[in-house]
């Protein structure tokens, strides 16, 4: 199974077994399955280069305005003149540059240990925040990720933020209203909001 949340479930007795695609169990009834004998296994960072993909083109979705440039390419009309002509004048779909940007990342597991790594690499700077970061973790992650001392801190300073922690009652609204004001007023979701 992936995501599948199975914690209100009447689990049949016929399964032997219940194996996660992905990090985490948090969506299985573990203790339940425990109590019937029923092994309960992750296959943590499996997926871990395809959300790192997905979580960069979603970046790159946002710097460059990509959407709203599709949207306006597919409304054009006219000959080679108009056509240069409008889209001179379209001047919203420019966006922003990656290298010298701030991503944030929240949870530096193995997915967000990636998308840390290729942050750096496309020459962005990037804050990390991990209070329960393990010594691999820490251990295979880029000397140039800065260290935040709060989530605050991380949202105050980043232009884009990524969550990479499991879904738990102890995590569930971990970004609320009052963390999005916190935000830099250059992120992408405030930019969206002026």
């Not at 169990?25 to 993909?53: H, L, S, W, Y």
């Not at 054009?76 to 003149?81: H, R, W």
């Not at 290298?99 to 990037?126: C, F, H, S, W, Y």
């Amino acid at each position: 199974m992936r995501s599948q949340n199975l914690l209100n479930w009447k689990i049949p007795s016929s399964v032997k077994a219940i194996g996660r695609a992905g990090a985490g169990t948090n969506n299985i009834p573990v203790q339940d399955m425990n109590t019937r004998g029923v092994p309960v296994f992750n296959t943590p960072g499996a997926n871990a280069n395809a959300v790192k993909e997905l979580v960069l083109a979603g970046m790159f979705l946002a710097a460059r305005n990509l959407v709203p440039a599709l949207q306006f390419v597919e409304i054009l009309q006219g000959d080679d003149a108009s056509l240069n002509k409008q889209a001179e004048n379209e001047k919203t779909l420019s966006g922003i540059e990656l290298p010298g940007r701030t991503l944030g990342i929240i949870g530096l597991g193995e997915i967000g240990r990636l998308v840390a790594n290729a942050a750096i690499k496309l020459g962005m700077k990037v804050i990390g925040y991990d209070p329960k970061i393990t010594v691999d973790s820490a251990w295979s992650l880029s000397a140039e990720v800065k260290k935040a001392h709060s989530m605050g801190d991380l949202l105050r300073h980043s232009e884009f933020v990524t969550v990479h922690i499991p879904l738990l009652d102890s995590t569930h609204h971990l970004i609320d209203e009052k963390h999005v004001k916190m935000m830099n007023p250059k992120s992408k979701l405030q930019h969206k909001k002026q």
